[in-house]
Antibody
Framework: QLQLQESGPGLVKPSETLSLTCTVS??????????WGWIRQPPGKGLEWIGSIYYSGSTYYNPSLKSRVTISVDTSKNQFSLKLSSVTAADTAVYYC?????????WGRGTLVTVSS | SYVLTQPPSVSVAPGQTARITCGGN??????VHWYQQKPGQAPVLVVY???DRPSGIPERFSGSNSGNTATLTISRVEAGDEADYYCQVWDSSSDRNWVFGGGTKLTVL
């Protein structure tokens, strides 16, 4: 059964770059026509789509974050990654990775990233 | 960019029917998807493509979509249905954006 697991630092300093990795297990990240995406949720707030990468390698980003976001894939490790630059306290959130098409059908458990000095 | 509007909260007594709305400009022309999120957990898809249910989701969960409003209906509400619910669409009109509504807290009285 396909599973997703986020990993990365739980604490990032302001102005630095947040880096997270999502490891896909139980199936290949490149074997089917899915997008692999990142969604975040600030404490007590709603869900925000950050961006996604298609199995072909094409990337799509939320216009509000586009200037700071990079999503990449490493098919040899069955992983995809998120980099968010120039972070501030407003970027403090639980970050989820997910598999999706029109809708998000499989989610990781999420990882809390706090931006603080 | 496309905006989805949900009421912040809905309350319902056990056994009654809860209706959670999701408003958007001509949302009836889009496919709407709904997620349930309980505290400390990742969201779970409960309805996709307006009215389809993933395997394992009770028939009590249903959806509809027309005009400027999509609705998630939960029949015979149980205490375990208390959660946050989010609607979502894929806005293919503008460089492929996936958009979430602000979420609705369902309280079971």
């Amino acid at each position: 059964q396909l599973q997703l697991q986020e990993s990365g630092p739980g604490l990032v300093k302001p102005s630095e770059t947040l880096s997270l990795t999502c490891t896909v297990s139980g199936g290949s990240i490149s074997s089917s026509s899915y997008y692999w995406g990142w969604i975040r949720q600030p404490p007590g707030k709603g869900l925000e789509w950050i961006g996604s990468i298609y199995y072909s390698g094409s990337t799509y980003y939320n216009p509000s974050l586009k200037s700071r976001v990079t999503i990449s894939v490493d098919t040899s490790k069955n992983q995809f990654s998120l980099k968010l630059s120039s972070v501030t306290a407003a970027d403090t959130a639980v970050y989820y990775c997910a598999r999706h098409s029109r809708y998000f059908d499989l989610w990781g458990r999420g990882t809390l990233v706090t931006v603080s000095s | 960019s496309y905006v989805l509007t949900q009421p912040p909260s809905v309350s319902v007594a056990p056994g009654q029917t809860a209706r959670i709305t999701c408003g958007g400009n001509n949302i009836g022309s889009k496919s709407v998807h709904w997620y349930q999120q309980k505290p400390g957990q990742a969201p779970v898809l409960v309805v996709y493509d307006d009215s389809d249910r993933p395997s394992g989701i009770p028939e009590r969960f249903s959806g509809s979509n027309s005009g400027n409003t999509a609705t998630l209906t939960i029949s015979r509400v149980e205490a375990g249905d208390e959660a946050d619910y989010y609607c979502q669409v894929w806005d293919s009109s503008s460089d492929r954006n996936w958009v979430f509504g602000g979420g609705t807290k369902l309280t079971v009285l």
